[in-house]
C-alpha cells in the first residue's frame, strides 16, 4: 500500500508516487499479513473500522469536494483520505 519515491537523475529532481487504492488489499508479506491480523481486533476495540477497497471506492457525498487535477472522475473516499495538495 505504499506509494513510491525516487530520484531522477536526469533532471536532479525527487518525486513520489502516491498510494494506488487496489493496493489497499495488499499485504506482501507474511509478516505483515500478520500484523495487520494482530491490528485488526484492536482498531475494533476502539470503535475504529479497517476499510477495503472495495469501500474505498464508493463516491464522496456530492457538498464534498477534492480539489486536485489528478482525477478527471468522481471524487471517492480513497481520494479524500489520501489527498495530494497538487
Given at each position: 500500500m505504499e506509494g513510491d519515491q525516487g530520484w531522477d537523475s536526469k533532471s536532479s529532481r525527487g518525486y513520489r508516487h502516491l498510494p494506488?487504492?487496489?493496493?489497499?488489499?495488499?499485504?506482501?508479506?507474511?509478516?505483515?499479513?500478520?500484523?495487520?491480523?494482530?491490528?485488526?481486533?484492536?482498531?475494533?476495540?476502539?470503535?475504529?473500522?479497517?476499510?477495503?477497497?472495495?469501500?474505498?471506492?464508493?463516491?464522496l457525498p456530492p457538498n464534498l469536494d477534492v480539489p486536485t487535477v489528478l482525477s478527471g472522475r468522481a471524487h471517492t473516499l480513497f481520494d479524500a483520505l489520501y489527498y495530494w495538495k497538487d
Open positions: 494506488e487504492s487496489r493496493k489497499v488489499d495488499h499485504l506482501p508479506t507474511p509478516i505483515v499479513q500478520a500484523l495487520a491480523a494482530r491490528v485488526q481486533p484492536v482498531l475494533e476495540s476502539f470503535g475504529l473500522v479497517r476499510l477495503f477497497h472495495e469501500g474505498l471506492l464508493s463516491p
